[in-house]
């Protein structure tokens, strides 16, 4: 008994432990301890952000390198009137120097919490930073995707434009419950106004890996929406491509971009997921192909570089004529893993 006593007071010292560490570590958060500068983009004042759009992009490179395809994507921003911030650990000073040149604001902070701990340390370094956050829109864009050459063709531009007061995404998902896929969020002024959205920043728990900012934010985030009545919008919904992905236009235009062979094998390989249910697939991973013919302006990096799920490699279908993919800037784009050396 005494044993049985002596054991369950070291839980209840464990769990005493480890809530005071958590409260350490927000506590830290709600510092920006992890910021080590910020530069607000250059249309940003230290008044105010009121009636602007702003747009933030979670970025690493190890050598401190804004890609060129992340550029396409800024300039893009850019030209529909969105203040942009990049948050990075580190930028060399060739990227610095871009930024200034660009009027781009640019957060170095450690990499810690994934996307999104950047955009949490983003939003409240923002806020203590102006006097208020009057933005009519917030856009949340991480860089696990390559934005297609020629963005003007897709369904970006749509997506710029937001949804009114709904959150708009450019795919959503069933796996673990249903929500809007991360990697680009168009989040309405609605949404900024609300007490409920700052304390979502405030007790973010952005300390753990990919599990816990897909579980806490990706998931958490879209539940939140819908608790609080806040309407869930994707472009390109998860069941509109599965039916799509089983049409003759789909076919067709995969015939306009291989062989027929290669395109028959294709649209087999798709259709072997057809007795799945959505809630077991990713649409940006299992239905990347359908997905682009659609005008989807992205591909998931880790389709090029890894493809653990062994999908359809959208490369297959790239050709010159669709201006999907610039084969130089792959190189300085991709992070495939370390697979071994063979003696």
Known sequence: MVYKQKIK????????YFSLKQTWKLKNIRKSARVKKLVLPRNLTNQ?????KIAFISHYNKYGKIQQ?????????KESNYEVLIIS??????????CAAEGVGFMIRKNQGRDFGAFQDAWLSLAQKLNQIQCTNLILLND?????ENLTKTSWGSFLKGANDQVLGLTDSYQNGYHLQSYALNIPKLVLNKDWWNNFWLNYPSWGGTAMA??????????LFTKNNIQLSAIHSITDVRSYSASEEFFNKLKDSCSALASEMIFKTIGQTMNQSISKISPTHHLAVPLLMMGFPFIKRDLLEANESLCIDPLLIISFKNNWVNKSELPEF???KLIGYKN
Do not use: D
């Open 89 to 98: 650990e580190f930028l060399n000073l060739v990227s610095l120097q871009w």
């Open 69 to 77: 395809c992340i550029i396409r994507l800024i300039e893009s921003l």
């Open 48 to 52: 105010e952000a009121s009636g602007q």
């Open 214 to 223: 897909i579980k806490y934010g990706e998931i958490g985030l879209s539940q």
């Open 334 to 336: 991709l992070k495939p």
């Open 144 to 148: 696990s995707v390559y934005p297609l």
């Open 9 to 16: 007071q070291h839980l209840q010292n464990a769990r005493l």
